[in-house]
């Protein structure tokens, strides 16, 4: 019996030991309640059992195990590891994102404190007296909606936990009303399985495709599935669900983003029946916690469709990971640790489980990209659309030329203008991007130029005309708009430069008989906003649809014909190394949501610059990815040597400034050119922190676990000196 338990907290700390008491049978893996602190009570895993006593103190007791089975296994502590390891954290932040909170509980007391206990859930069930023939009738042709809930609830059997259903209680209390179903409470059942698919017929080409990646993951571990727009990426890889299932395997199929998980699961559950599974962050806690223990309880076999979290679950069987639109860089978790890269990480995962994984794109990172080159990677193409539908037309539109002729209305070069009144006139849809929401950027004094800005960042404030707010874009921080300047001009503020606010604006004074919706971060709010905006489009009660980068992510709108870029220069003059890499795969995705029905879509351009290079070959993957990896091998940058940003913030400038330079000098000591900065980044002060940041470059000959555990320890040694305790450090391994 080892008398000590090393445990690992929800927190950025080092695992802790403590004391197994007399008879407890404590395994490793075990959540386990612990008292930590003055007198907070944790849950924590048991990551190590010995026989060693705390070098200081005396080791506390564990309290209690928490479950009659192991919360981790083996292999997903050792994902854990391997994220804080490599992601440079704590495994307590792991633990963080990890677990659902409702499994992580903390409390006061002892007594206070309350694990997770799988409880009756609450029900629906239909009800018979109350849906006659005729009620069904007159449901279905009024509500469809409701009606298709009650199709779900008959599909169920008659009964399914609320739960599982995806609606808002006003849905369901007027069923209720109506006599047509009522709740209950039950012991809770587990999801019914996944059934065997009826799966699509694929073309000749996606056949071919598909022979591709299965044989290529024979002799691999990963495949690059690198197909154009709507070439139907998502019907082969339900093929490969499928074989995966069918050996009861588990599948977790990745997107970047919680807002597309909604129409993926929908779309998969036709063919797999209920049991795909959304896992993301935004369900409640109750939920996830569900979802987990099923998994933790089950014997595999489970089909997850979700956002980076859903990596933790606990996988039985892990047998093929997918990772769609895996260019996209809300892979990456930004704030707060660990910031991993969820691409990278499912990669890592599928080969801890000894799994498989496809990552597909249309437009695959350059990362990605040179592994195929380099061989690592297995690679199948898919050129063409299905159904033989054509790539869409990409026209430039010259901004400049536009000014000079006068032809040029507002906002909007003539050619995008007579475009988009051909298509509003043969009843098409057009999609416009813009990649800044609000109303205008910032506003001027057409005096003395001065601007309302930030108080708390170095930033201007993007003026919100309908909140009728100028808000801050990085803190949050709003103020009410104001008129004039505070030096006493008469004159009042100009709007400066467009978001998408003053686009829907400027484009219905212009087409005054179009409607125009706007999909932004302002108005999809929550997902059932952004949903109720994309179903609107869809069902074409919209003519027009203005947007932010949502708009390229993975929409499926048949009646679009027409994309306009606004403002192509605004994304080339991002100051970092990937701009030209982002603007390009920005505007191919976008392009990808145009012409992909019968008839052939068009995008236009709008630049200033029109004879910048990256307009010569966009539509051109491999000469784009050979020129630009030519340019990242030149100038040293990523996938031939990998960066580590390390942020350091503080509210005092000079503790900061002197911290940083610190810091520098030690890591020039060992790593000498290898290190940049320290440089104060573009926006050097948000939420009245000061910033300053320092880059690391290795080359991928050299050792990356040296580099990193060398990083790591002369940022300890530095947090060790008192007058610097103060200073926030972040290391961001892998920076997008
Ligand atoms: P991608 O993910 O490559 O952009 P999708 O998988 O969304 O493409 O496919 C684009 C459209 O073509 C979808 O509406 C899809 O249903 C349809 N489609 C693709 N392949 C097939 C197929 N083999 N059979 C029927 N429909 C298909
Ligand atoms: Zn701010």
Redesign the pocket.
Same mark, same amino acid.
């Given at each position: 019996m080892s008398r000590f338990a090393d445990i690992v907290l929800p927190l950025a700390q080092p695992a802790y030991t403590f004391a197994v008491g007399e008879g407890l049978a404590v395994r490793i893996g075990d959540a386990v309640a612990v008292q930590f602190g003055k007198s907070a009570v944790y849950t924590g895993i048991v990551w190590r059992l010995h026989d060693t006593p705390p070098a200081k103190g005396v080791a506390k007791p564990i309290l209690k195990v928490l479950y009659d089975k192991p919360l981790l296994s083996e292999l997903q502590m050792r994902f854990w590891e391997w994220i804080a390891d490599y992601y440079m954290c704590s495994v307590g932040e792991v633990m963080r994102v990890a677990l659902p909170s409702v499994i992580k509980a903390k409390a006061h007391c002892e007594e206070e404190f309350e694990p997770y206990t799988p409880k009756r859930e609450r029900a629906v069930r239909l009800l018979s007296e109350g849906c006659s023939e005729e009620s069904l009738e007159k449901i279905k042709r009024r509500a469809p909606k409701r009606y298709g809930l009650l199709q779900t609830i008959v599909g169920a059997g008659g009964e399914i936990a609320r739960s599982a259903l995806d609606v808002d209680a006003t849905t369901l209390n007027a069923l209720c009303k109506a006599g047509m179903i009522e709740f209950f409470e039950r012991d809770y059942v587990r999801d019914s399985g996944v059934t065997r698919a009826l799966l699509? *017929?694929? +073309?000749e080409a996606?056949q071919r495709a598909l022979e591709a990646l299965r044989s290529g993951l024979e002799v691999k571990n990963v495949a690059l599935l690198h =197909?154009? *727009? +709507? +070439?139907?990426? *998502?019907?082969i890889y339900t093929h490969l669900i499928d074989d995966a299932l069918s050996n009861g395997k588990d599948v977790l199929f990745l997107v970047p983003e919680i807002s597309l998980t909604a129409q993926l699961v929908e779309r998969l559950q036709h063919l797999f029946g209920e049991g795909v599974t959304a896992y993301h962050s935004k369900l409640t806690p109750q939920r996830r916690t569900k979802i987990f223990t099923d998994m933790l309880s089950g014997e595999g076999g489970n089909f997850i469709v979700g956002a980076r979290s859903a990596l933790f679950l606990p996988y039985r069987n892990l047998g093929l990971v997918i990772v $769609?639109e895996e260019h996209d860089s809300s892979y990456k978790q930004s704030e707060p640790n660990p910031r991993y890269n969820g691409r990278d990480a499912a990669v890592m995962l599928a080969a801890i489980y000894g799994a498989k994984s496809v990552l =597909?794109s249309?437009t695959p990172s350059l990362e990605s990209f040179a592994n195929h080159l380099s061989g690592k990677y297995a690679y199948a193409h898919?050129t063409e %659309?299905? /159904?033989g539908v054509e790539m869409p037309v990409i026209t430039i539109s010259d901004t400049i030329r536009n000014v000079k002729r006068n032809e040029r209305k507002g906002h909007f070069n003539k050619e995008l203008v007579d475009a988009i009144s051909e298509r509003l006139e043969s009843n098409e849809q057009v999609i416009l991007f813009q990649n800044r929401r609000g109303y205008s950027p910032y506003m001027e004094c057409p005096e003395c130029g001065w601007s309302p800005r930030c108080p708390h960042c170095n930033v201007n404030l993007t003026a919100h005309q309908r909140s009728g707010k100028m808000v801050c874009h990085y803190c949050g921080y709003g103020e009410p708009m104001r008129k004039h300047c505070p030096n006493g001009h008469a004159g009042e503020l100009r709007p400066m430069g467009f978001g998408t606010e003053r686009v829907e604006e400027a484009i219905s004074e212009l087409f005054p008989e179009a409607r125009v919706l706007r999909l932004d971060g302002d108005t999809a709010t929550s997902s059932s906003a952004y949903n109720r905006i994309i179903g609107a489009f869809a069902r074409h009660e919209a003519d027009i649809l203005v947007g932010t980068q949502i708009v390229s992510k /993975?929409l $499926?709108f048949a009646g679009v014909t027409l994309i306009g870029i606004l403002n192509g220069d605004n994304l080339l003059t991002a100051s970092d190394f990937r701009a030209e890499e982002r603007a390009w795969q920005l505007i191919m995705q976008v392009a990808?949501r145009s012409g %992909?029905r019968e008839r052939r879509g068009e995008v236009i351009i709008q630049t200033a610059e029109p004879t910048h290079p990256i307009y010569a070959t966009i539509d051109n993957y491999e000469m784009m990815a050979h020129k630009l990896l030519a340019e990242r091998q030149r100038f040293g940058y990523p996938p031939y040597v990998r960066i580590i940003k390390v942020v350091m913030r503080s509210p005092k400038s000079e503790l900061l400034v002197e911290g940083s330079m610190a810091l520098g000098d030690t890591l020039r000591s060992r790593f000498g050119r290898r290190v940049l900065g320290p440089v104060t980044p573009l926006v050097d002060r948000v939420r009245g922190e000061y910033r300053v940041e320092l880059m690391l470059k290795i080359e991928v000959s050299a050792s990356y676990a040296k580099a990193r555990a060398i990083l790591g320890e002369a940022v300890a040694s530095l947090r060790r000196q008192p007058k610097y305790r103060s200073l926030t450090i972040i290391c961001d391994v892998d920076i997008l």
């Open positions: 699509p *017929t694929l +073309s996606q =197909g154009v *727009t +709507s +070439s139907g990426k *998502t019907e $769609d =597909g249309a898919l %659309r299905y /159904g /993975g $499926d990808g %992909r």
